[in-house]
């Protein structure tokens, strides 16, 4: 029993001892500061930016693998323009969501759902549309392919694998 109660004293000893140190060392200049707000507006220019041009390029692919037809090009055209997700200056401001009341800023969310789901509207119509002058064939590769490249939109927006 004592050593056990000596082990618990060392112990506490130990840690107390490492805190202290921990404790002398000073701060650096950048200590609590997560980047600047230009950082950052600069990193999601750049990631909005791989993601048009991921975007551009799996459209690319799907577009070689469907072989399009020339009278189905202008279907295509719809629907790959349907799919450019909205611009981020329609984005409302953060300070102004956070000024607002509470029952104010949940309007303007739930404002901001029905505009999304208006944008997937106009998206399901112009995939059924393009989805119609599609052969069989084109069918299944689209089928197939639609959806398995998440990196512009799926792994936390839901978009099915």
Same mark, same amino acid.
């Given at each position: 029993?004592?050593?056990?109660?000596?082990?618990?004293?060392?112990?506490?000893?130990?840690?107390?001892?490492?805190?202290?140190?921990?404790?002398?060392?000073?701060?650096?200049?950048?200590?609590?500061?997560?980047?600047?707000?230009?950082?950052?507006?600069?990193k999601y220019e750049k990631?909005?930016?791989?993601?048009?041009?991921?975007r551009a390029k799996h459209?690319?692919?799907?577009?070689?693998?469907?072989?399009?037809?020339?009278?189905?090009?202008? +279907?295509? &055209? #719809? !629907?790959?323009?349907?799919? /450019? %997700?909205?611009?981020?200056?329609?984005?409302?401001?953060?300070?102004?969501?956070?000024?607002?009341?509470?029952?104010?800023?949940?309007?303007?969310?739930?404002?901001?759902?029905?505009?999304?789901?208006?944008?997937?509207?106009?998206?399901?119509? +112009?995939? &059924? #549309? !393009?989805?119609?002058?599609? /052969? %069989?064939?084109?069918?299944?590769?689209?089928?197939?392919?639609?959806?398995?490249?998440?990196?512009?939109?799926?792994?936390?927006?839901?978009?099915?694998?």
């Amino acid at each position: 029993m004592r050593s056990f109660s000596k082990s618990i004293i060392i112990g506490m000893t130990v840690l107390g001892l490492g805190g202290t140190a921990l404790a002398q060392i000073p701060p650096s200049d950048n200590a609590g500061k997560t980047g600047t707000m230009q950082n950052k507006q600069d990193k999601y220019e750049k990631r909005g930016e791989r993601m048009q041009e991921y975007r551009a390029k799996h459209q690319a692919e799907l577009h070689a693998k469907l072989k399009l037809t020339a009278a189905q090009e202008p +279907a295509w &055209k #719809t !629907f790959a323009d349907s799919m /450019t %997700p909205p611009d981020r200056s329609q984005r409302p401001d953060r300070a102004a969501l956070q000024a607002m009341p509470a029952p104010q800023r949940m309007e303007a969310m739930l404002e901001r759902m029905k505009q999304g789901q208006t944008r997937m509207e106009s998206h399901l119509a +112009a995939l &059924k #549309t !393009f989805y119609a002058v599609l /052969t %069989p064939e084109q069918k299944k590769i689209f089928d197939t392919e639609f959806g398995q490249h998440r990196g512009y939109r799926g792994h936390h927006r839901g978009m099915m694998k």
